[in-house]
Each structure stands twice: as structure tokens, then as C-alpha cells.
């Protein structure tokens, strides 16, 4: 199987899965439950919703691990357990993805700030390091550290992919639009600054993902192809803005609604087009059939 940037390359867009975290807390996850764990304890839903993603078209699918480094997994008493917990997420996802399909690792934000002086460089990138490790023994094929908001967070992360594995390194960013109508991170990062820092430092694949419905994600991923012309770019937006509906959070876009902007989307620069929080296998489905019509 070619390397994503390959396939990328040859002119194909590419559909990555929905969301993982929204899809089991709105069924058996219970309240204060660690995510993570279910690749142990719960194997057999981690591998259904693999496979339903499977079904739906992807050809990239995640894996259950976004809060899978140590210093996520301590809030729950399971620091000693990030490898088994991350290897078993990347097998699930193997499994289900076989040989025709990527396997991209989910690496998210580890909760400390280096601003703030509550971890070291060296603390982070060595977590960071543990858990891309074992994702890479399970079988993951690619990473994605996803999510991000501090460009120094995200550069230890992929560097400890690439001084560690040979795997493909993707990195996505969460921006918001400012009063004055600019895209930023949460630390002040612009999809111009991510793209044109990252790239030096040789990650594979940029993009966005979380914070935005496909609407406004547009505008990011057009600020990101003009800063980085011949880059692959993945988008995950959200299944639109969240609501509070009946005190439930509620993800308003449908299918449909995703699925109809999608061509808006690869237009401004989109090569690889997934969701994330509120997406299901219907979003993806229905963006698959959009790109590539069965």
C-alpha cells in the first residue's frame, strides 16, 4: 500500500473516519470513565466502531487513543499502563482497517503547558515518545497529533515520531475565529504560522481539525493552502457548532448538510477529508459518497 502523501500525490482525495471520544459518550460510556482503557477492558466495542467506520468508506480510520499518554492516563491511576492501553488501540484499528487501508494514530494534547513551567521539553517529548511508540508496535502505519494549540507541544510530538518510528506524521490544529474575523489557536497560533513552522521541521500532513463546522473550516484550510502550496492538508471538522439542547450537547449538521459543502472544502486545498466530535459513520458515508460516488 502507498504512503498517504503517495496516494495524495496521484491526485486522489481521501476520506478519513468520524468522531471516536462523542460517539461513545453518547452511548455506554459512563461519567469519569477513561476512553483509553476501553481498548483493554471493552475490546469488542473499540473494534465495532472500527468497523463501522470500515463500512462507511474510510480509507483512513484513527484509533482510540487521544488521551493515551502518560500524563492523561495518571488522572485515572493508569500512568504504568500506556503501553499496553496505546498498542491495543492501534491493533483494534489494524485489524478492522486490513491491508487496504491506513491505520493513523490519534495522539492529542497532554494537558500541560510549557508556558506555565508545569512540565519540562524533555518530560513531554518523552511521553510523547512512549505512546508513539507502542501505537507503532500495535500497527499503526501513520500518526495524527491532532487538536494542538501550542506549536512547541506540537513539534516534540512530532519529533519524537520521527526520531522514533518511520511512520507518517500528520499534525492538525484547532483554530476559532477572533472578533476582528482571523483564525488562531488558543495560544495565539495562525493556520499560516502552523503550516510554515511545521513544514521546516518535515511533518508529512498539516490541516485542521475540532473547533469549527465544515462552513467555517473552509476558510482555515484556504488560509493553509496559500501559505503551503504543495502540502497534504487534512480537514476533520465537527458535525457543526455544538448546541445545548434539553441540557444534551447536541451536533446540528447532518450528514447531508456536511456532505453537501464538501466540494468547497477540497476546493480550498482539502486532499484528505474526515470529521471529528459529533461525526458518525452516517457523516462519513455521506462524504465518501460525495468525493467517490459507489
Given at each position: 500500500?502507498?504512503?498517504?502523501?503517495?496516494?495524495?500525490k496521484t491526485g486522489a482525495v481521501l476520506v478519513s473516519?468520524?468522531?471516536?471520544?462523542?460517539f461513545l459518550q453518547q452511548g455506554v460510556l459512563q461519567p469519569g470513565e477513561c476512553i483509553e482503557l476501553w481498548n483493554l477492558d471493552h475490546r469488542d466495542v473499540i473494534a465495532d466502531i472500527a468497523r463501522r467506520y470500515v463500512e462507511s468508506g474510510a480509507d483512513i480510520l484513527k484509533t482510540n487513543s487521544f488521551g493515551g499518554t502518560r500524563f492523561k492516563l495518571e488522572l485515572y491511576g493508569l500512568a504504568d499502563r500506556v503501553a499496553p492501553i496505546n498498542?491495543?488501540?492501534?491493533?483494534?484499528?489494524?485489524?478492522?482497517?486490513?491491508?487496504?487501508?491506513?491505520?493513523?494514530?490519534?495522539?492529542?494534547p497532554t494537558g500541560k503547558m510549557l508556558l506555565m513551567k508545569d512540565v519540562t521539553e524533555k518530560d513531554l517529548y518523552e511521553a510523547f515518545r512512549e505512546q508513539i511508540v507502542a501505537l507503532d508496535r500495535g500497527g499503526?502505519?501513520?500518526?495524527?497529533?491532532?487538536?494542538m494549540s501550542d506549536l512547541d507541544e506540537a513539534r516534540l510530538a512530532?519529533?519524537?515520531?520521527?526520531?522514533?518510528?518511520?511512520l507518517e506524521v500528520a499534525c492538525t490544529m484547532?483554530?476559532?475565529?477572533?472578533?476582528?474575523?482571523?483564525?488562531r489557536t488558543m495560544m495565539g497560533v495562525t493556520p499560516t504560522q502552523m503550516a510554515e513552522t511545521l513544514l521546516k521541521i518535515g511533518v508529512d500532513i498539516i490541516g485542521c481539525n475540532c473547533g469549527n463546522g465544515?462552513?467555517?473550516m473552509i476558510h482555515i484550510v484556504r488560509e493553509i493552502r496559500k501559505a503551503a502550496p504543495s502540502a497534504t492538508i487534512l480537514a476533520q471538522p465537527n458535525a457543526g457548532v455544538p448546541e445545548?439542547?434539553?441540557?444534551?450537547?447536541?451536533?446540528?449538521d447532518s450528514p447531508l448538510e456536511m456532505a453537501t459543502q464538501v466540494p468547497d472544502l477540497i476546493e480550498a486545498g482539502a486532499n484528505i477529508v474526515g470529521g471529528c466530535c459529533g461525526t458518525t459513520p452516517n457523516h462519513i458515508r455521506a462524504i465518501r459518497e460525495m468525493i467517490r460516488p459507489a
Amino acid at each position: 500500500m502507498k504512503r498517504i502523501v503517495e496516494q495524495v500525490k496521484t491526485g486522489a482525495v481521501l476520506v478519513s473516519d468520524g468522531g471516536w471520544g462523542t460517539f461513545l459518550q453518547q452511548g455506554v460510556l459512563q461519567p469519569g470513565e477513561c476512553i483509553e482503557l476501553w481498548n483493554l477492558d471493552h475490546r469488542d466495542v473499540i473494534a465495532d466502531i472500527a468497523r463501522r467506520y470500515v463500512e462507511s468508506g474510510a480509507d483512513i480510520l484513527k484509533t482510540n487513543s487521544f488521551g493515551g499518554t502518560r500524563f492523561k492516563l495518571e488522572l485515572y491511576g493508569l500512568a504504568d499502563r500506556v503501553a499496553p492501553i496505546n498498542e491495543a488501540a492501534a491493533e483494534i484499528s489494524r485489524k478492522a482497517a486490513g491491508p487496504n487501508r491506513h491505520v493513523m494514530a490519534s495522539v492529542g494534547p497532554t494537558g500541560k503547558m510549557l508556558l506555565m513551567k508545569d512540565v519540562t521539553e524533555k518530560d513531554l517529548y518523552e511521553a510523547f515518545r512512549e505512546q508513539i511508540v507502542a501505537l507503532d508496535r500495535g500497527g499503526a502505519d501513520a500518526v495524527t497529533v491532532e487538536t494542538m494549540s501550542d506549536l512547541d507541544e506540537a513539534r516534540l510530538a512530532i519529533q519524537a515520531a520521527k526520531d522514533h518510528t518511520r511512520l507518517e506524521v500528520a499534525c492538525t490544529m484547532t483554530f476559532q475565529r477572533t472578533a476582528k474575523g482571523q483564525y488562531r489557536t488558543m495560544m495565539g497560533v495562525t493556520p499560516t504560522q502552523m503550516a510554515e513552522t511545521l513544514l521546516k521541521i518535515g511533518v508529512d500532513i498539516i490541516g485542521c481539525n475540532c473547533g469549527n463546522g465544515i462552513n467555517e473550516m473552509i476558510h482555515i484550510v484556504r488560509e493553509i493552502r496559500k501559505a503551503a502550496p504543495s502540502a497534504t492538508i487534512l480537514a476533520q471538522p465537527n458535525a457543526g457548532v455544538p448546541e445545548m439542547r434539553d441540557w444534551e450537547t447536541v451536533y446540528p449538521d447532518s450528514p447531508l448538510e456536511m456532505a453537501t459543502q464538501v466540494p468547497d472544502l477540497i476546493e480550498a486545498g482539502a486532499n484528505i477529508v474526515g470529521g471529528c466530535c459529533g461525526t458518525t459513520p452516517n457523516h462519513i458515508r455521506a462524504i465518501r459518497e460525495m468525493i467517490r460516488p459507489a
